[in-house]
């Protein structure tokens, strides 16, 4: 998830919460009182959180079985928030980012494990450890030693449009000696591989050696390979290619004050920049999950896809401060998250008025999306896990008795 502050000036004036319109449907989805009672839990605890408007789907057996919208998408004009309705979904670009990742690989332009070196016009040495190289599958699993300054990172978010900073502009700052925002701070005082630690900067390095090896910038690479072929219409990377009718206002809420921040873009555009609906991100979501496909359109070969959702962390292979059984264990595909112990795989993704989810079992048997366009205070961030825990208790009642499947390998 991103760590960035949110911004304080947000909070100056205070509004009231105005009524939610009805829930959002769309035609054809699981209806019935079983979905009737979910939509009134979820929308209670809307309420109770002060979230303006969120959108999910319910997954099983690979299909979408429920999709509806609730609340606002821009409570102002009171644009009820749908299937269809566009917003950043901050950390879940990361998956976009691993399959672009596998798709090169699949095209001989990139190897998982060659020195990043080999592909970049400037050099990315950790002064810690100068001679062990870093990889891209190290930067894929946050394990490349790459930190987040959390004053840089912070910092290259433009908000009211999309990042002026180029890409490969803010890397080479951040890691040539010299470069504005370079320090060795930015570099954890441990070889890579053997430590784990959650990097953005180390993601959007690695979007930025994908349109280095493909020649062409990695917006144009996944909408060419991804969200065409998919017919995923409303995703896009950059403000500029959104039309703002479609897209979600942004909103935090605290203390039962409810105000919308600005739209915003990062330089680091790779580990966070997609924006997408629930319906469109459902699509990619089943391509991952079906070993690459999806409805007969495959997006990655079958074993690139299957490279990617591998647990990359094993007994003999893991960094030292990682558990991969048991209590608080975890472990890594490329770009690719597991959540509570290991029991659910994705991504999840926050950042100012945005908290996103998108979690299979590992028997890719039934899964949630999630998308939220409002940011709680700590104290009301459970309002989160239960409204998942609704749709993910719906998603085994839809699956039925069986849903209890062996994980597969």
């Known amino acids: 998830m991103h760590r960035t502050s949110l911004v304080a000036a947000a909070l100056a004036i205070a509004t009231l919460l105005l009524p939610a319109p009805a829930a959002q449907a769309r035609p054809g989805a699981e209806?019935?009182?079983?979905?009737?009672?979910?939509?009134?839990?979820?929308?209670?605890?809307?309420?109770?959180?002060?979230?303006?408007?969120?959108?999910?789907?319910?997954?099983?057996?690979?299909?979408?079985?429920?999709?509806?919208?609730?609340?606002?998408?821009?409570?102002?004009?009171?644009?009820?928030?749908?299937?269809?309705?566009?917003?950043?979904?901050?950390?879940?670009?990361?998956?976009?980012?691993?399959?672009?990742?596998?798709?090169?690989?699949?095209?001989?332009?990139?190897?998982?494990?060659?020195?990043?070196?080999?592909?970049?016009?400037?050099?990315?040495?950790?002064?810690?450890?100068?001679?062990?190289?870093?990889?891209?599958?190290?930067?894929?699993?946050?394990?490349?030693?790459?930190?987040?300054?959390?004053?840089?990172?912070?910092?290259?978010?433009?908000?009211?449009?999309?990042?002026?900073?180029?890409?490969?502009?803010?890397?080479?700052?951040?890691?040539?000696?010299?470069?504005?925002?370079?320090?060795?701070?930015?570099?954890?005082?441990?070889?890579?591989g053997s430590q784990r630690e959650y990097s953005n900067i180390g993601a959007g390095l690695a979007g930025h050696i994908v349109e280095l090896a493909v020649g062409e910038r990695l917006d144009a690479y996944t909408r060419r390979h991804f969200f065409e072929p998919l017919q995923m219409a409303r995703t896009g990377w950059f403000l500029a290619d959104m039309p703002s009718e479609n897209h979600s206002r942004l909103y935090m809420a605290q203390g039962g004050m409810v105000v919308p921040i600005p739209l915003y873009g990062l330089a680091t555009y790779p580990d966070g920049g997609v924006r997408t609906s629930v319906a469109d991100l459902s699509r990619f979501f089943l391509a991952l999950l079906g070993d690459g496909e999806f409805r007969g359109t495959r997006i990655l070969a079958r074993e690139s896809a299957q490279e990617m959702l591998r647990f990359q962390y094993t007994a003999d292979n893991k960094p030292d401060n990682v558990n991969i059984a048991g209590a608080d264990s975890v472990n890594s595909g490329i770009f690719w998250a597991t959540k509570f112990d290991i029991s659910r795989i994705g991504h999840n993704g926050s950042d100012p008025g945005v908290t996103t989810m998108m979690l299979s079992d590992l028997a890719r048997s039934i899964g949630v999306v999630l998308l939220v366009n409002t940011s709680l205070c700590d104290a009301d961030s459970g309002h989160y896990g239960a409204i998942f825990a609704e749709l993910w208790a719906h998603a085994s009642a839809l699956k039925g008795p069986d849903g209890n499947v062996p994980a597969r390998p």
């Open 31 to 192: 209806t019935g009182s079983a979905a009737a009672d979910l939509g009134r839990r979820i929308e209670q605890r809307m309420a109770q959180a002060g979230i303006v408007g969120l959108g999910a789907a319910v997954i099983v057996d690979q299909q979408v079985a429920w999709m509806q919208g609730f609340g606002f998408a821009d409570r102002e004009l009171r644009t009820p928030f749908t299937p269809d309705t566009v917003m950043n979904i901050a950390s879940i670009s990361k998956t976009v980012t691993g399959a672009a990742l596998m798709h090169a690989v699949q095209e001989g332009k990139l190897a998982l494990d060659e020195d990043i070196n080999a592909y970049l016009p400037f050099k990315v040495v950790n002064p810690h450890a100068p001679d062990a190289p870093i990889t891209l599958r190290h930067l894929a699993t946050h394990t490349s030693g790459i930190a987040d300054r959390p004053d840089v990172y912070a910092a290259s978010y433009r908000y009211g449009g999309d990042a002026s900073e180029p890409l490969g502009d803010f890397l080479r700052a951040y890691f040539v000696p010299g470069g504005r925002a370079y320090s060795p701070d930015n570099f954890l005082a441990a070889a890579p």
